[in-house]
């Protein structure tokens, strides 16, 4: 486990840390903090995770945040499948000003609770729009699994990496609701015309999450997708399923992309289909990427 946070972490009054935001504003301030209990961070691999690579590596996945960063515009929707407590949402909603608009969908309903008092405390309602439930193919419910912190929940029939025996996940005992991304844009009449960017990280059901998306994907308002690759997918039927997937996206226009480290600055590599754990980017046709993001 990694070491405790220190006491120069700047605390709200209930008693949280407040872990600030790698991303920093003109002023070089933190654009947002995320507030984490410090008896959680003792136990919890997922939140060590977030407060390492926030604090002291630059960024949790900073090179993937990077990239919505420089390019969802004014205007523009996010949709944030699998948002946890808020590192994406809110790295792009505390940009421009609240002129992003951001649909934040989190499953499981103790980080639920966390995204809500991450949003509500860098005062950033107007722009964060959370909705608690699953995303899938279609509506309905479904049985949320744990086990693995507040990072390792997964939904029931999951792709999941081979766990040793005392890493398997005993089920939860309760189900959630699910819904799909077609469905969440439909819902919501005002963004019908917005530019969509769509990260999609929800351990293991990410094929599910994108068959639920199809109208969007084949809408042309999509501008990138950020899909994440995890060691599930190494293992056939899944691996070929995954491919499969990627396939039709380059059918539908889509370049693949990667970066070669997801922690340092650096450029959007070209991604061809192998084995390894990362996440893959989609792009329209008429989004280029950078030179480079850092």
Known sequence: MTEAPKTTFPQAPDGDYLLPSAFTDDAGRPRFVIPFPKALHDTDMGLQALV??????????AQT??????????????????AH????????????AGQRRVIAVEADPFNVLRLVKSVQINGLGDAVEVVAAAV???????????GRGTMGNVVKDAVLPDLPPD??????????????VDLLLAEREEQKSARVFLKVDVEGNELAVLAGAKDLISSGRLAAAMIEKS??????????????????MKARGFSLHRFADRTKPGRLDDYTFDDEETDVLCLAPDLQPLPWYG
């Open 231 to 248: 060691g599930g997918y190494s293992r056939e039927p899944h691996r070929a399923a995954f491919a499969g997937m990627l396939d039709g």
């Open 65 to 82: 945040r990077r990239f919505f960063d420089a390019h969802v515009a004014p205007g523009d929707l996010f949709v944030d499948v699998g």
């Open 136 to 146: 899938s193919d279609q509506p309905g419910t479904i049985p949320l699994i744990g």
């Open 52 to 61: 390492t690579g926030e604090a002291f590596d630059g960024g949790f996945e």
């Open 167 to 180: 890493g398997m996940l005993p089920v939860s005992g309760y189900s959630v609701a699910t819904t799909t």
């Open 85 to 96: 407590w808020g590192s994406f949402a809110l790295t792009v909603a505390s940009r421009f």
